[in-house]
């Protein structure tokens, strides 16, 4: 499974933009998908995530949103409201739709089984 994320890039503060991944060998329905960001210096931030089917969506940081098109097998982090503490390397990651549990869990890095290679969003003030 690869992922592949896109859209980062320059922006002003207050702005948005839209960041996707796209997900190639393997059946995109059958993976929950998060984002995850990585500012400089800091450590791995998870930002949220979305099930497999689209139904749910979980811890997503406000005031940001995370969809899918399971037919387009891509799954989208809408940034909102950008500021510049939002400047990271975005990640997208994947993990087959099993029984988790503790829906917590989706914040650790050790749950997600694929990793997409990052797209840099930088906001100026």
């Known amino acids: 499974v690869q992922l592949q994320a896109s859209g980062g890039g320059l922006a002003q503060a207050g702005a948005s933009l839209e960041l996707s991944c796209i997900v190639s060998?393997?059946?995109?329905?059958?993976?929950?998908m998060g984002w995850f960001r990585e500012a400089q210096g800091k450590e791995r931030e998870f930002v949220g995530a979305?099930?497999?089917?689209?139904d749910s969506t979980y811890y997503v940081k406000y005031p940001f949103d995370i969809s899918r098109d399971n037919a387009k097998n891509t799954a989208y982090l809408q940034l909102n409201e950008l500021k510049p503490e939002d400047t990271a390397v975005y990640y997208c990651?994947?993990?087959?739709?099993?029984?988790?549990?503790?829906?917590?869990?989706?914040?650790?890095?050790?749950?997600?089984?694929?990793w997409g290679q990052g797209t840099l969003v930088t906001v100026s003030s």
């Open positions: 990651a994947a993990r087959l739709a099993v029984f988790i549990g503790d829906y917590g869990r989706l914040k650790r890095e050790d749950v997600w089984e694929y």
């Open positions: 060998g393997g059946t995109f329905s059958n993976y929950d």
């Open positions: 979305i099930s497999h089917n689209g």
